[in-house]
């Protein structure tokens, strides 16, 4: 094992421009990767901000009982799904709307009876926000006598759903697809090294040298240089990211596990790629 790490730098050593150009175009084909990875997360955020806007809302009639409201208050907030159930009286209604409404208030003062009826507000859990969840929650407090009626903006809810489907299925096929750019833009590279050395793997071939022992040097040589090329692609991400957030606008960073998780995918790549390549190459000797 020391033998294989001593001629895979030793290799970095005697030809460093090739070892930069690999790097090079490896953190390039991550680069893009990274960018790509931001902005998903970016949505991702602006979806969950969205979606946990999402409540159901049941005004009650005027002549609910208070007890009877109170009672359903204590049922709804032990419901799994539930995080929040709040009682908004109408007095409180009429000054939320006040608040919130400013262009209106001079109306809502000039009125002699508050239009406006006393409502349960219920915020649902992270994960519990999907339409046929929310919708079920509603049908259910819809059933209580002294609910007049139930919102929950239906369509508005489909519409965020929808979009975060589609936000999905686009971060698996444009992922996957800059994925496999970056795999074939990182075995040519690998290739490069390996073609530049085809002399030497000949003739470690003719001394009776086995397969492995030839591969595993180009494997560090893979790994290494997808490392190398993972960080490069980090760098040059977090700069863009930067300037972003600096001069356009305020974007989020990526999470540190992303962060992990993209150099350990760059040493991988790097080394699936090579051990590919050495084995195409050693296949045609």
Known sequence: MTRTFRDAFAAFRRAPSLTLLSVAMIGLSLFAIGLFAVVAHNVRIVLDTVEARVQVVAYLRDDAPADAVELALSEIRAYPEVLEADYISREHALQIAQEELPEFRT?????????????????????????????????????????????????????????????????????????????????????????????EIEIMRLVGATDGYIRRPFLVEGLVAGLLGAALALGLTFGTYRIIFNSVFQVEWVPDTWVATGLAAGGILGMIASGLAVRRHLRDL
Do not use: C, H, M
């Open 107 to 199: 109306l809502f003062a000039e009125l002699d009876v508050n239009p406006l009826p006393a409502s349960i507000e219920v915020r649902l859990r992270p994960g519990q926000r999907s339409p046929e969840i929310v919708g079920d929650i509603a049908a259910r407090i819809g059933a209580y006598p002294f609910v007049e009626e139930v919102q929950y903006g239906r369509e508005w809810v489909d519409k965020v759903y929808l979009l975060r489907r589609i936000a999905g299925a686009a971060a698996v096929v444009i992922g996957g697809a800059f994925a496999t750019v970056a795999i074939v833009i990182i075995g040519a590279a690998i290739r490069l090294a390996i073609f530049a050395r085809r002399d």
